[in-house]
């Protein structure tokens, strides 16, 4: 539906003294739901709350925890860049880019002495390996 800006204009203030000559009739009916519903809301924020929690243990810490699981640190060893994220995907059950991966691993691979090299067939990083 296209509208005039007149008409745009029009129907957001006809919205807005809707809303508010009917806001006490919605908050009286959003309680009296709550009230009848009262499990269902308390099961709802509990598991939204552990889908959180999940979520964020995912994301914290967690390509270090791949690297103290998964990887095998020696300066002989090398890997392929997408080699090493499909195994993180693969362990964290995730769908991470190379890109992603890489600009978060950067700083933990100094730490550890990780390099990147680049070659013809695409990203190297010396200094680590999958566990088989």
């Not at 270090?64 to 997408?82: A, G, H, P, T």
């Not at 691979?109 to 680049?118: E, F, Q, V």
């Amino acid at each position: 539906m296209h509208l005039s800006d007149e008409a745009r204009k029009a129907k957001a203030a006809y919205q807005r003294e809707y809303r508010r000559q009917h806001k006490e009739q919605f908050n009286a009916y959003n309680r009296r739901w709550r009230a009848k519903n009262k499990d269902k809301v308390l099961r709802y924020n509990e598991a939204y709350w552990e889908r959180k929690a999940k979520q964020s243990k995912k994301n914290d810490n967690s390509i270090e925890l791949f690297i103290e699981e998964k990887c095998i640190l020696q300066r002989d060893l090398s890997i392929s860049n997408k080699q090493l994220v499909q195994s993180f995907n693969v362990w964290n059950g995730s769908n991470i880019s190379n890109t992603k991966f890489s600009l978060e691993f950067k700083d933990i691979a100094l730490l550890l002495g990780i390099s990147k090299k680049r070659n013809k067939y695409g990203t190297i990083r010396q200094g680590v390996d999958i566990r088989l």
